[in-house]
Nanobody, 119 residues
Framework: QVQLVESGGGLVQAGGSLRLSCAAS????????MGWYRQAPGKQRELVAS???????DYADSVRGRFTISRDKAKNTVYLQMNSLKPEDTAMYYC?????????????WGKGTPVTVSS
């Protein structure tokens, strides 16, 4: 099992910045990628950014160039630096950890941290 705890959400004005953190614990050797998803009211959950163990990263087109994902393996923590925030970035942000297929391929989720961007 893997446990994920997010922090860092809050209220910010458009153009501002926030940094989200996600602390992971448990059977972390099974994890091959960690990432951030978000879900706005009335919308489906969508990928924001992901970082694989090999260092590869991926971003949603809507955040590329504004958001940066990073992992501190020593602290078992993944971060999402969000700059130039827009009102459309308002959502609940969830941390995700993906288990390698060889271990079952399960996805683990945190409880989420809210981000509200005012115009």
């Amino acid at each position: 099992q893997v446990q994920l705890v997010e922090s860092g959400g809050g209220l910010v004005q458009a153009g501002g910045s926030l940094r989200l953190s996600c602390a992971a614990s448990g059977t972390l050797y099974k994890i091959v990628a960690m990432g951030w998803y978000r879900q706005a009211p009335g919308k489906q959950r969508e990928l924001v950014a992901s970082a694989r163990n090999n260092g590869n990263t991926d971003y949603a087109d809507s955040v590329r160039g504004r958001f940066t994902i990073s992992r501190d393996k020593a602290k078992n923590t993944v971060y999402l630096q969000m700059n130039s925030l827009k009102p459309e970035d308002t959502a609940m942000y969830y941390c995700n950890a993906a288990e390698g297929l060889i271990y079952g391929g399960e996805d683990y989720w945190g409880k989420g941290t809210p981000v509200t961007v005012s115009s």
